[in-house]
């Protein structure tokens, strides 16, 4: 069965960029939610359960097709939520750069660091409706960015996400109501730079 992955900081830890309350909403009832409606529809298909999220996401097109939506939107959600609470911290990304093979490849696909966070503010403030933007890494495409709607993500689509910003309204609306790139642009302050750094590291071993 899987379970709601511990938090490693509390609720009011990225106040005031996040707030406490829409973190303990968003950690405590709409990731707990994920996981339930994936370990109810996994019911009856114990050989799936010995999968990590990350896998049953990868390998959603041969998984059979009475699954096929409940994984893509808790099994998702799931995963997704799991990258997303260790992406961001406390302490973390105020005026601090990612560095390392990380930097030198977004240097070499965006030319700096601004251009880079400016596509991908641009591209999660452009998203219609739920969804998520990513940075990814393919073995074909490289380090690229792109949003995808409601709870998919880079794993459905053979990539591997390195970094992720949930822009569903649920994650930002008790503290922004209606102003995402308030949000958007709160999000810099609390990436968790090293986690990220190292997602990438392991994505192009
Ligand atoms: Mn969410």
């Known amino acids: 069965m899987f379970t709601l992955p511990k938090l490693d900081y509390g609720y009011e830890a990225l106040e005031p960029y996040i707030d406490a309350k829409t973190m303990e909403i968003h950690y405590t009832k709409h990731h707990q939610t994920y996981v339930d409606k994936l370990n ?110 409601n709870q998919e993500n880079p794993y459905m689509h053979g990539d591997v996400p390195i970094l992720g910003l949930d822009v569903w309204e649920h994650a930002y609306y008790l503290k922004y109501q209606n102003r995402r790139p308030e949000y958007i642009a709160a999000f810099w302050n609390v990436v968790n730079w090293q986690e990220v750094e190292k997602r990438f590291a392991d994505a192009t071993k």
């Open 40 to 149: 109810a529809a996994l019911q009856g298909h114990d050989e799936l359960l010995s999968k990590s999220v990350e896998e049953l996401c990868g390998m959603i097109d041969t998984l059979p097709g009475d699954l096929q939506t409940p994984v893509r939107n808790h099994g998702g959600g799931h995963a997704n939520h799991s990258l997303f609470w260790k992406i961001i911290g406390p302490n973390a990304g105020s005026g601090v750069l990612p560095e390392g093979s990380l930097m030198t490849e977004i240097e070499k696909v965006f030319g700096n660091f601004e251009a880079f966070s400016k596509e991908f503010s641009d591209k999660a403030g452009a998203h219609f409706g739920s969804g998520w933007c990513w940075l990814a890494w393919g073995s074909e495409e490289g380090l690229h960015i792109h949003s995808l709607p």
